[in-house]
């Protein structure tokens, strides 16, 4: 096995233990942070088969061992549910870079990962926008047409478009082309004509 694919079984392995479980329609129940890193993963190979191994290892990581930090009642106020949030990423991000240095990364791709996991990233390879473009296809991908179905569109479009609006055109392009639901496709279609310059000019790396 090569070091990014040590890797990605460590990571894996290790989210197997979350005792969260999640069942999508027609299968059966798997740890919820295992297929999350599967999904990403997915969802990378399919809009970006030439990301790097950092972006591949970041998006796998991403959430690593975040179940350590639910509260046990499910409910916290605002600002605890921010420190929380806080806290997983500072674990999965220094979780994923230990893994990394185990397995031969040098210092230098090691603090790449946890700026990705953590969201601080500078970089202006594209990474940082990958991982913001992979995040948004996977939600709209796996949850937001499921969503849609529960809740009328004039109530979760605004929501959509916020938690969206962060995407890159050729990310939402894409989106727009695998999705057969007119109202999501309506929503995207509108995050497109508001998005900024900079959004639309995006290059990724190219491995």
């Not at 210092?107 to 473009?133: F, H, N, P, W, Y």
Request: proline share 4%.
């Amino acid at each position: 096995m090569t070091p990014l694919e040590d890797i990605l079984e460590i990571i894996d392995q290790t989210n197997a233990q979350d005792p969260r479980m999640s069942a999508p329609e027609g299968t059966a129940a798997v740890p919820s942070e295992l297929l999350r890193g599967f999904r990403l993963s997915l969802v990378c190979e399919e809009f970006a088969p030439s990301a790097d191994d950092l972006v591949k290892i970041a998006v796998r990581g991403q959430t690593l061992e975040s179940w350590l930090f639910e509260a046990a009642d499910g409910t916290a106020p605002h600002e605890g549910v921010a420190v929380r949030e806080s806290r997983k990423r500072d674990h999965s991000a220094n979780r994923v870079s230990q893994i990394m240095a185990a397995n031969g990364y040098d210092e230098k791709d090691c603090a790449i990962v946890r700026d990705l996991v953590l969201g601080t990233s500078t970089d202006e390879s594209g990474r940082a926008q990958l991982m913001e473009d992979l995040n948004g296809l996977v939600f709209i991908q796996f949850h937001a047409v499921d969503l849609l179905k529960t809740y009328p569109v004039d109530q979760l479009g605004p929501i959509l478009v916020e938690c969206l609006s962060g995407m890159s055109d050729e990310a939402l392009y894409h989106a727009i082309d695998q999705t057969e639901d007119p109202e999501m496709i309506k929503t995207l279609q509108a995050i497109r004509e508001d998005i900024s310059l900079e959004k639309k000019s995006i290059a990724y790396i190219d491995c």
